[in-house]
């Protein structure tokens, strides 16, 4: 399981409404790990300026790993949480996540992120069982 669903969230999952505070707040609860690193990317965005800001240090246990896998491969946790810290979200591999302004003018660089050029260039022999 992925999330810790308190029974009132899942009495408003079963009712039909949800409050997108109270699913954010479950995944800040339920995955720390991935919470605090993109919490900290936004935090390193909006301090240091640029286009983007990304981690590449390799979590640093498979708890850690499932989290940001879980965390970002779910699109409705995914979607939450870039409209919760106003950004938009990328990840490569099992650790490389990074964190974009909602700028029209960081488009480029996204793409550039995004693409299977950005993802075979941030390969490693280290990485391949992430």
Not at 17 to 24: C, K, T
Not at 33 to 44: G, H, P
């Given at each position: 399981?992925?999330?810790?669903?308190?029974?009132?969230?899942?009495?408003?999952?079963?009712?039909g409404?949800?409050?997108?505070?109270?699913?954010?707040d479950?995944?800040?609860?339920?995955?720390p790990?991935?919470?605090?690193?993109?919490?900290?990317?936004?935090?390193?965005l909006?301090?240091?300026?640029?286009?983007?800001?990304?981690?590449?240090?390799?979590?640093p246990?498979?708890?850690?790993?499932?989290?940001?896998?879980?965390?970002?491969?779910?699109?409705?946790?995914?979607?939450?949480?870039?409209?919760?810290?106003?950004?938009?979200?990328?990840?490569?591999?099992?650790?490389?996540?990074?964190?974009?302004?909602?700028?029209?003018?960081?488009?480029?660089?996204?793409?550039?992120?995004?693409?299977?050029?950005?993802?075979?260039?941030?390969?490693?022999?280290?990485?391949?069982?992430?």
């Open positions: 399981m992925s999330l810790d669903v308190s029974p009132a969230l899942l009495e408003q999952a079963e009712r409404e949800v409050d997108e505070a109270a699913f954010v479950c995944v800040k609860n339920s995955l790990y991935a919470w605090e690193m993109i919490s900290s990317l936004v935090t390193r909006q301090v240091d300026g640029g286009e983007f800001a990304d981690n590449q240090t390799p979590p246990d498979e708890q850690a790993r499932g989290q940001l896998l879980r965390a970002l491969a779910s699109d409705a946790i995914r979607g939450a949480l870039e409209r919760h810290f106003g950004v938009r979200l990328a990840f490569q591999n099992c650790h490389r996540v990074a964190v974009f302004l909602l700028d029209n003018s960081v488009d480029d660089r996204h793409a550039r992120f995004t693409s299977v050029r950005g993802q075979l260039l941030n390969q490693s022999p280290v990485l391949r069982d992430c």
